[in-house]
């Protein structure tokens, strides 16, 4: 964040610290200022605040506004509303309502340092442009109060702790967009919400250095086009993202790891177009990167290793290109299905993919391989609906299978070609040309 954006934060702060405590309500208060007047909220409790005129409101130490367990807490009705430094607390848990911590109907609201928590949805932005969603601490509801009624009737009550747990299903979202633009979530902490950060209908906007673990999906996203996702971390999730319907994305340096369970992806892609997925760690997810019905896209400089399934590439993606990914470690590195695209490139101006199974044979020493690779799916879904059969995956016979495809292909087994695979020196020698043509010439 720059210095001329964070100036009225810092002025406001400074005015704050010599600021009498009043006795009227902050509801009060809101309604006597005057337009862009900045308000100081004093340690202690507050109840629910409607803002509908340009304010910033700054919470001293120990400010909290805790709703009453109904509707939305801080409700932004008007444009250029600023909320920083406060505990946000208490919305309703109605999903059809839309309850939330933060309600915002306003363009260029900024909401800033807050920690947010005991809420169904954290921050939810409807229909604006402009908002700054920067360093909040965000805390899904995870329990509620035990219910007198059976059990059937209770909201989102779990049937196996029927005393408070509050089931995945039936929490909020950390950060929910709708039919917004131009929105900036930089620096958040999200954790046991339903979904993480959720784009609908949300474009030109940007996500960054956000720390997302614990829930659902990390990032659930659909029908929202040029957006950039850069330097996040997705962990310890159902599921690390799901990015479906969408185009012209630039995914780039987010890590998805650790996201495990019997369906769980690190990255699911699904009918997304002319985006680029490039320098992004898929590390120790069920699978690693889920790719289908994409076209167009661009898969460049991802590591990923480590994972039950490296790979899955399904049907009807064509015009893809992938170069200079690491696929390293996988128990299975590639689940293939039916490859029906035919247009689909597996290396780029004669640069391949590093496979930890490919031949290292490299006579002329460029780092690239000099025999094609073939990457063999044996048993495709097969593993996944019948687990045991992973055991076979490692057998004599299979070894044998990939020793044979490796120089002819064996007809009716799905594999995919890599023309030009690296070797394990691929860029330690690529990083020696480089620095030698960096250095000065000699006459």
């Not at 012209?248 to 019997?262: A, D, K, M, P, Q």
């Not at 590439?313 to 035919?342: K, Q, W």
């Not at 490692?394 to 299978?401: C, H």
Request: hydrophobic share 40%; with cysteine; proline share 3%.
């Amino acid at each position: 964040m720059t210095a001329s954006f964070r100036a009225p934060l810092i002025i406001g702060a400074i005015l704050c610290l010599t600021t009498t405590v009043l006795t009227a309500t902050l509801q009060e208060r809101i309604d006597a200022a005057t337009p862009n007047e900045i308000i100081c909220i004093g340690a202690g409790t507050h109840g629910s605040i409607a803002i509908n005129k340009p304010l910033t409101l700054i919470g001293q130490p120990g400010a909290e506004i805790r709703g009453n367990g109904a509707g939305k807490v801080v409700a932004i009705a008007a444009d250029d509303v600023t909320v920083a430094g406060l505990r946000i607390t208490g919305s309703g848990l109605n999903l059809s309502d839309d309850d939330a911590a933060v309600f915002v109907t306003g363009n260029r609201a900024t909401i800033e340092d807050n920690t947010i928590a005991n809420s169904l949805h954290g921050i939810y932005l409807k229909k604006v442009s402009g908002a700054r969603i920067l360093n909040n601490r965000i805390e899904g509801k995870t329990t509620i109060s035990p219910s007198a009624e059976p059990v059937e009737k209770g909201i989102g009550q779990s049937a196996e702790n029927c005393d408070t747990t509050l089931v995945a299903n039936r929490r909020g979202n950390g950060i929910h967009q709708w039919n917004c633009e131009d929105v900036l979530i930089r620096g958040n902490d999200i954790s046991e919400t339903r979904d993480g950060i959720y784009f609908s209908f949300t474009n030109n906007s940007r996500v960054e250095n956000n720390v997302v673990h614990h829930t659902r999906y990390g990032l659930h996203y659909m029908y929202s086009d040029g957006n950039v996702f850069e330097n996040n971390i997705f962990a310890e999730n159902a599921a690390g993202a799901a990015i479906m319907f969408s185009k012209e994305l630039i995914v780039r340096g987010n890590h998805f790891v650790n996201n495990r369970g019997l369906r769980a992806y690190g990255l699911i892609i699904q009918s997304t177009d002319r985006s680029r997925f490039e320098a992004n760690e898929l590390e120790k997810n069920a699978v690693g990167l889920s790719f289908n019905q994409c076209n167009g896209n661009q898969v460049i400089g991802n590591r990923v290793r480590n994972n039950y399934i490296g790979l899955k590439f399904g049907s009807n993606s064509d015009e893809n290109s992938f170069t200079e990914n690491i696929f390293a470690r996988n128990l299975h590195p590639v689940e293939t299905g039916v490859l029906e695209g035919s247009g689909n490139k597996w290396a780029v101006n004669g640069v391949g993919n590093f496979w930890d199974s490919a031949s290292e044979l490299d006579l002329n020493q460029d780092g690239i391989g000099d025999f094609a690779h073939r990457e063999l799916d044996l048993f495709g879904i097969l593993r996944r609906d019948f687990p045991v059969i992973a055991f076979l995956s490692d057998s004599p016979a299979a070894k044998l299978l990939r020793f044979a495809n490796e120089r002819a292909v064996i007809p009716g087994i799905s594999s995919i070609e890599d023309p030009a695979p690296l070797t394990s020196r691929f860029w330690k020698l690529r990083a020696q040309r480089i620095a030698k043509a960096a250095l000065p010439s000699e006459r």
